[in-house]
């Protein structure tokens, strides 16, 4: 089996869950709830029941350390979903962002930047 998240990323908080958007916390939340109760997955967490019902209600999303513990007690099934959610919501952002510049010097620039980065992670 493919290892999609290296252990130590996860225990030194270094995938950037900050990044994610509202939506993408909310989907994640409801993925680890269709397999654990409110109460299960508060416990899980360390947030309060109540805390749930407000992701389930979209009255609050969940915190950046919220997310790190998500990702710490996701099973091993959950994996691939979530990690799945957090690229394509990251990729999301950055078409967002190309599309939102008007000036193309700074879309340049941006795709100038992105082909640099393939480039070093070995694309």
Do not use: C, F
């Amino acid at each position: 089996m493919i290892e999609l998240v290296n252990e130590n990323n996860i225990e030194n908080n270094k995938l950037p869950v900050h990044w994610l958007s509202k939506d993408a916390r909310y989907k994640i939340i409801d993925i680890m709830l269709s397999t654990r109760s409110i109460r299960q997955l508060a416990e899980e967490l360390g947030v309060s029941s109540t805390a749930i019902r407000k992701y389930i209600s979209r009255k609050t999303h969940p915190s950046d350390e919220t997310m790190y513990r998500v990702l710490k007690i996701m099973a091993p099934y959950e994996e691939e979903r979530l990690i799945t959610i957090m690229i394509d919501d990251i990729i999301e952002a950055v078409k967002r962002l190309y599309t939102s510049l008007e000036k193309e010097e700074y879309r340049k620039y941006l795709l100038t930047k992105l082909k640099e980065v393939l480039k070093e992670i070995g694309e």
